[in-house]
């Protein structure tokens, strides 16, 4: 493993037995970095996201995704967000995945992550805040069974059924913003310590900072499927995306 800075952006480079090499980046990489625009809430971002979610399943073989949940700022009504809607797609095989797209390559997409747990692709990276500018996705292909998937789907679901707690995130995610307006990155890494603190409430208590947040150390140990679910009813949340699987 070596270690490197590029830009101001610390990371390792480790040659993996293959031959190949991975960046592991300790923050968000260059390719999605920028000034972190913030724009108020967009009623048409549901729908936009909905349309992207059958636009991408449309591109694959029949069977390889198994749902689709809007995820990010962007899915929470009301708040300030940037303007770059978040989408995880839960696979039947991330390596699959990867093959095809290495065939088939999504028109207007670029590559940001290709690992054995995880892929994710960007779609016009440079997030605007100005008005008719071309609508900036997230995509993230990754197994139903981790973590992640479970608990982008519990923040957004925690956060629309509590309207203090939402208040809070977006009062929290201003200041960033203010703090870090000229990095993208290191505004996503400056909301960590809240969300951390929020995955705690919801029932994540298995995680530490250093195991949460941007791109590297997100799978987390000690909380299943099961557990998640629990916490849902005893919550009594109330989400109309949940669970679409086809």
């Not at 590029?6 to 190949?20: R, V, Y």
């Not at 990010?72 to 991330?94: D, E, L, P, Y």
């Not at 990754?142 to 925690?158: E, H, T, V």
């Not at 203010?178 to 290191?186: A, L």
Request: glycine residues 6%; charged residues 25%.
């Amino acid at each position: 493993m070596v270690n490197y800075k590029i830009n101001d952006f610390q990371g390792a480079l480790i040659k993996k037995s293959n031959g190949s090499l991975l960046y592991i980046w300790d923050e968000i990489p260059p390719l999605v970095d920028g000034p972190a625009n913030l724009v108020d809430y967009n009623p048409d971002w549901e729908i936009l996201a909905q349309n992207e979610i059958e636009y991408i399943k449309s591109i694959f073989p029949p069977g390889s995704i198994i749902a689709a949940e809007h995820i990010g700022s962007t899915s929470i009504k009301g708040i300030k967000a940037r303007n770059c809607i978040a989408i995880n797609f839960a696979v039947k095989s991330v390596r699959e995945i990867s093959d095809y797209l290495k065939k088939h390559p999504i028109p207007e997409y670029e590559l940001v992550i290709d690992l054995a747990h995880e892929i994710s692709l960007c779609k016009n990276p440079k997030v605007s805040s100005l008005p008719n500018q071309p609508q900036s996705f997230q995509i993230y292909f990754l197994s139903p069974l981790k973590n992640d998937w479970i608990m982008k789907k519990a923040f957004r679901d925690y956060m629309n059924a509590n309207l203090y707690e939402r208040d809070s995130y977006e009062n929290m995610k201003l200041m960033t913003y203010k703090e870090f307006i000229w990095s993208c990155g290191r505004y996503c890494r400056g909301k960590t310590d809240f969300c951390y603190e929020v995955y705690k409430k919801i029932g994540f208590n298995h995680i530490s900072v250093r195991d949460y947040g941007g791109r590297t150390g997100r799978w987390v140990q000690g909380f299943s499927f099961i557990d998640y679910l629990e916490q849902r009813k005893n919550a009594n949340w109330q989400s109309t995306n949940l669970y679409k699987f086809t």
